[in-house]
């Protein structure tokens, strides 16, 4: 249970045989179990083997509660994405805050060209303790959500776009280069990875 | 005169001879005269040959008119620049401009990160022929002009920023990648290059 | 409307249902249809539903004009091409210019390697108020064009080529160091962004 | 006082001139005042002029607080560093740190080819709220870190190495491949962003 | 006979017929024979020819020795991966060191993120020979272990990870520049090379 | 005397003393020496040692034929260039084909953005054995001298220009994408390389 | 007939029915025909359409000669290759020498690092007029070669290898770096390029 | 005394007292001390405090015996160089073996474009117990070596060069392609590691 929370299970690559015998394991322990990368061919064996399971198909995440699990959730992180292609992204951090007990608010297709777009949603991010930020493309969103709150932006590239995009590396580079001070940043379509930093700060703000 | 304009001098690497000789054989020829990357050691000795001599020490541009010479400016382009560090770039656009007899109107410091600097500006530039956009970093601050405006927008990444900026490579990707469709881009640091362009286009609607 | 012009869809990884949706909802606003990247699959659904429906394989584009609309095309771009396998890209030009009511020349085959081919057929572009030119592997054809040419000359880099082409990069870097300072360049394979700016350009000359 | 902080100066490439002006300016608005990149012959001109002026050398950072200022620290953040050479990166998150009214352990030495060394300082930052790491070369020490502790972990990459470290690339490309799901990552050498962000944390941690 | 061994066949894009005729052949000689990156189809044809034939799936590798051969093994090279996923690479290591007679523990799972589980099992690597270190992600692996023993250690990157790590490159650039002094790197999923040196190594030892 | 020629001495790094005495050496076996690399401070001390001795400034080349040495040239070799900054490259080129004994004719300021000035030459190249071209920049010139002669063409990338012309790797790659059949590629700024190559040729044809 | 050669077809992305015209067209004016990148697929059904077809399934070209053509092959040209995997790039080089009229001589299997490889087959190539070198991976043969021989060596780099070899651009750099100064490059997998380059070259000498 | 030697001293950045302070420490404890990229001016002040202190310019290391310290070498490296710029290097790996007790063997300006310099000093590395290569530009030194020996080969690629070598990489990626089975890499210019690793590894031989 490092940082509070149990193992998360890593599908890719691994066998249904595997995957089933580490959930079975942390159920009975008593945990919630996030598995990630989980195909639908591995979800279409899974899901059957567990009651409670539930799988996101976008997002390519498994959920299993122990019976009888139910948990207040706390604190606000705002997902905010571009485009439509960067879903599945975003269903990942999603999914990843919903098992860490952490509120989520979705905010889609808010993309910097359409500039009135953003601002005419601030209401609904701009309380949030953190606020993910997926984005393919140019990457350009983060910097102008961390012009527009105080709280901690966590940055994902998304592997979405054509050409120069180099699979995700243009708006990885262009996150990093970020003028808001305020934005960090995680590998290119990490959406586990921000969803757990996220859930990690919440649970530390309102651990207090 | 291919595009209707005169040769430019491209100074970086002349001497100082092999300048002044092409400004006095285009002045003789009635020309307005344009040397972009002129520097302040090439400027300290030319200057003093041209009384007519124009030299811009940001933008590194000699502008050299032929005596008695008046042109009525036409048309209307916008410079926008995201930081401090972005304005050599962006007054070699502007004597670019200037010496192609167009207007320009300077916007400075509108950075993504404080998103309401720019809106706050938009009468300046909403009615613009073009618009031309100077940004190093993330290189993000085109894409949001472009979904503010109806006009071509020309892209400038430059050299300004450190580490994975790569010495303007990130803005360079960050703009040919942008999810607005009408930002074109040209090489980091091309401030003639855009200006030129966004010349051409002016001349093209007025001359009609 | 930005830029005048309805939305247009990018139908790559939307389902058929979305996309149909979406070309309802516009079809219903009397607006004239424009997806660009719609495969031959989803194309095989889509041109069924809309009786108008105009499907460019070539180009993967699909446009639907509403019942009885007909528009007189104005201006002129030229959309150049330097070999065969560049042509997907040149259609999504043509398509895109369509849409906006441009007039285009489609000029193919006149590759920088047979010198005697473009000036052979300059006639048919030197008075066009852009030009676009789409070219692959080594990507010079811009550079030539823009030395013919007094306009703007809007270079697209193409994915064709093998080895050191890098899915388009050579032509990419090559474009954004064109000699020719009338040369921009916008993303690999990126027809319908060039065509977007030329129509553009276009509306600006001839709404004056 | 965007985020709740006054802006932050970025010296590098500004005249000693601009930056007195900015420093004077929010001064006069009781604002305590960072400027970070000031190079040694910028201090040198600075210092002078303003009393309470206190210039880090390694750091390359100048803090001025209004007279009178007096602030309680708040919360723990540690920072780590792998070797020697990355000390100038954790200077400038240590002042941006102070200057936010953090309280700020200093953690050095404790490269990863010297496994012993990092555990045996276990106590000092395992009950941190956030834990800012900068390392040079390979980058690993925020993985290892990142595996001692439950809090988020912001890694800095240094441009300390030679060779294949490719100006700190490698260090960069380390941590966003980081296995440890804690760890968030800012641009090369960026620590003022690291401590930006980590003060952004404790704020919202300990404002509750 | 280079090195004291005989060939090694390496059967990627080689047909069966090739396959197996060097290895009729090598049989003949009275040599070990060793095949490397032997797909499962060509394996399911290869091995029924031999009846000693060995297929290791996972490592993708194909042995067969002379009848009636039977070598002790002499020296220990500990073989160490970080994740699971990196098994089919430490397969093709202990595949080779099995046919040069080396003795070899194999190490899963102790990847850095779990900083416990490495020095927990000090005792099965610290009197060994030879360490081989496989890893992706950020290949901090190898710098850690370095620090535990004074033996060479022989680093592989292997093609494991998302987004930024490059298919190998991130893992490869941080194992070059390791600040372990006793790490040195071979080629991406190049399992069959480390395994070699390591067998050349013990060989010189134990030559002696 | 390897391909028929005596050794070339790479003066980059070497002391004065070194260089001395492998030009020494060689002259008593009655050699002809070309020193390529020779800085201007070499020269300043080399020159004065041996009366024979040439130096060309901008292409840093120095000659020293043994007395009374002269050779009729053989064949023709054209050496064309698109802008004056890439002079440095061809009289490398130059020098190293008048040491061989080639006949060179020089063609300068042919850049493909003029592009009638390259066929208003074609008089003085179209019967040459080889061409070589040396370009920076998008590198586009060896494609159209390609296009017009039917003889091997030797291009030669430049380190000339700025932004993404990368130090040479866009005209790199633009020359090894030419779609000219006829075009080889050396490293860049090699001119050496590539007036060697030329040589050898020529020498190939007229030897015969 | 560019360079003294009729057009060659890149069969690449055309249709057979669009192949089989140019073929057709080329008979009819009496010209030996060579196509290249031509599919199994493309070949099954071009051959049975053409009786003089000739497929090289290795090298994927299909030769079609005119009926009653035959030519006394001049020169001679060595083709010299690593290994088995580059094979594809050395039979490509081998076709477009036949149909060029040139004698060809294939040399297999002399890699670097088996050093007593190549010179014990010296006697086959130091006469030739041209070598090509085909090697993937670590490319080096072409500067062992080059110290063997006085004549050009035209080196090709094959994207054969894995890792780091990064689809050939590990050898295509290293032959650009080769200190043999014989030693020219072509595109990665350019078999047709090489071969049509030697061909020149070898015209040229026996055209004299 | 990590892998049985004393800590060594990168002096690189370090202030001449700093790297005072250690030498006198472990002087103290009796150790040899060895100090690299020790700068000529940091030794013009070392070495007058240190009687016993010896500085390699070439290699810029810093080596202190305590007094009375003598002691027998053993084992056998050979130091293989290809050009005359590798020869900083190659000092490093000698003074670094030299500090470890090792004996090694100096074979300089055997570079592969020479093929028959190699063999003809064959005598002197064939029976070592490890090889060192140090070669910039292509690389291949160490493959060909890899060919005549059947020890381990460490290869260190070196930033000489020009154009593509891109500061070592050309080389190092080279390297890592090697298809000698016995060759292993370490960083750019990393003399100190490929003689810290050979000295381990005949400890390890002789050791026994
Ligand atoms: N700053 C600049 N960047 C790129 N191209 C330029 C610049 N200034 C001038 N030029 C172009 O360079 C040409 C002259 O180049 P040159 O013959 O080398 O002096 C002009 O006609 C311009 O098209
Ligand atoms: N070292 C730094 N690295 C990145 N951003 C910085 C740094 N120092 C200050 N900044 C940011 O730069 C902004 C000011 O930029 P400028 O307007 O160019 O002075 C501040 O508000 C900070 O967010
Ligand atoms: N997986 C592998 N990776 C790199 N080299 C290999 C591998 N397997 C075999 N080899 C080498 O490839 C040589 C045979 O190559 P080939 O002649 O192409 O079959 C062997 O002698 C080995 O040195
Ligand atoms: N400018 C150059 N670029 C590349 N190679 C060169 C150059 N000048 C000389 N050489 C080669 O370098 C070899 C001498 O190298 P070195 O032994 O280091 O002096 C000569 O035989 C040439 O083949
Ligand atoms: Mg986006
Ligand atoms: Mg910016
Ligand atoms: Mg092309
Ligand atoms: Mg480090
Ligand atoms: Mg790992
Ligand atoms: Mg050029
Ligand atoms: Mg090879
Ligand atoms: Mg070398």
Known sequence: RRCGFPEVIYAE??????VQAIVARLLEQGERVLATRVSAE?????VPMFPQAQYNQLGRTLRVDPEGTSQAAIGHVAVITAGTSD???SEEVRETLGWMGVQVTMIYDVGVAG?????????????ADVVVVAAGMEGALPSVVGGYV????I???TSVGYG?????????????NSCAANVTVVNIDAGFKAGYLAGLIVNKIHAK
């Open 42 to 46: 591995q979800a279409a064996e899974l």
């Open 13 to 18: 690559g691994k066998t249904v045989e595997a």
């Open 164 to 176: 120069a995009s180099l699979g995700g590396i243009a708006a990885l580079l262009s996150m990093l």
């Open 115 to 127: 500039p009135h777009r953003l601002p005419s949603r601030l209401a609904e991010f701009e309380s």
């Open 150 to 153: 105080g709280c901690p932006v």
């Open 155 to 157: 940055a994902v590239p």
């Open 87 to 89: 879903r599945p992204v």
